[in-house]
């Protein structure tokens, strides 16, 4: 199980940090992802990391927003800067590979 924090409600421009901590060892897991889920939209993934430490980003998010990974720690993050308001969603992580149930995810709205 995994379970996404660390939302809130930031102005435009603002930054968050979102955590995702896991129930088990995150070691197995090759690629961990975060997802967003706007209203009325599809989820999306908008960060992924592989235990190598390698990874990628849309073009939306690129250069704003940082994904990393704590395997001691079971805890995967997602630093957000430059805050939009188009980056409003519900935010969930996951195994990209082997997506297992998705938890409730942390709302992040951005608005002024």
């Known amino acids: 199980q995994l379970q996404a924090s660390g939302g809130g409600l930031v102005q435009p421009g603002g930054s968050l940090r979102l955590s995702c901590t896991a129930s088990?060892?995150?070691?197995?897991?090759?690629?961990m992802g975060w997802y967003r889920q706007a209203p009325g939209k599809q989820r999306e993934l908008v960060a992924r990391?592989?235990?190598?430490?390698?990874?990628n980003y849309p073009d939306s998010v690129k250069g704003r927003f940082t994904i990393s990974r704590d395997n001691p720690k079971n805890t995967l993050y997602l630093q957000m800067n430059s805050l939009k308001p188009e980056d409003t969603a519900v935010y969930y992580c996951?195994?990209?590979?082997?997506?297992?149930?998705w938890g409730q995810g942390t709302l992040v709205t951005v608005s002024s």
């Open positions: 088990r060892s995150i070691l197995s897991i090759y690629v």
């Open positions: 996951n195994d990209v590979i082997r997506p297992g149930p």
């Open positions: 990391m592989t235990s190598g430490g390698s990874s």
